[in-house]
């Protein structure tokens, strides 16, 4: 029985939806920016599909991928409204952050737990 309702998997997958549009857009306009050139090259010398995909397709879209991949990881970090709707029984930091400065009023522990959230999010993207 498959139930994504207040789970990490279900976390997941609300994450998912909403970095795809994301992605997607991004991915297409590195895809137009490819120089057909280099496929048409690989062919003509005999690569196969796959060797082609692998060797030059890839390679060109590197750049585009892993600024999708930092994209998507910072909105995940910060995404407040899909992990108080899809994981409210979770302990992501977003949740800790607003249950601390509601339940508690402890605004400085809140604001703690918000800097630690934002360098561990620089730190990664930095790498």
């Known amino acids: 029985r498959w139930i994504f309702a207040y789970s990490l998997t279900g976390l997941f997958i609300g994450y998912l939806y ?8 991004t991915v297409m306009a590195a895809c137009e920016s490819l120089d057909r050139s280099l496929e048409e090259a690989a062919h003509s010398l005999g690569a196969g599909h796959w060797r082609v995909v692998c060797d030059v397709i890839v ?31 979770l302990n992501v930091t977003p949740i800790a952050i607003y249950n601390v400065f509601t339940n ?15 360098a561990v999010t620089w730190a990664v993207l930095l790498l």
């Open 18 to 25: 909403f970095s795809i549009p994301r992605v997607i857009l």
């Open 59 to 89: 390679p060109g879209l590197a750049p585009a991928l892993v600024s999708c991949g930092a994209i998507c990881f910072a909105t995940s970090m910060g995404a407040f409204g899909t992990a108080f709707t899809l994981g409210t029984r």
């Open 104 to 118: 508690y009023a402890n605004f400085a522990v809140a604001a703690a737990l918000s800097v630690v959230l934002g």
